[in-house]
């Protein structure tokens, strides 16, 4: 059984001042986008997992595990594109020249 991914620490709230206020609020939105994003595909990776484990004890529907197996395989996947999406345009901006 692989075990689930351990959950992220909360990130700490950025003061902002009056004239930065709207970049911040920006930043913090996306920063909860990917916070809840993570959250959502541990709790689809709990949910099969929970899943998995009671079809190989005889409990639970063998169907339903696969079906939250590749639910938690969809998910992981997407969230790898993004992030390496991210990554590359996070880098795009850092090889800019002013």
Not at 11 to 28: E, F, K, N, R
Not at 43 to 72: K, L, P, R, Y
């Amino acid at each position: 059984m692989i075990p689930p991914i351990p959950p992220t620490p909360p990130t700490p709230p950025t003061s902002a001042t009056s004239a930065g206020s709207s970049g911040a609020s920006g930043a913090s939105s996306s920063g909860n986008a990917f916070t809840n994003a993570l959250t959502q595909l541990q709790n689809v990776q709990n949910s099969a997992s929970t899943t998995a484990a009671s079809a190989a004890a005889g409990q639970g529907n063998i169907a339903d595990a696969m079906i939250a197996a590749t639910q938690a395989s969809t998910e992981t996947q997407v969230t790898q594109a993004l992030v390496t999406k991210a990554l590359s345009a996070f880098n795009s901006v850092m090889d800019m020249s002013f």
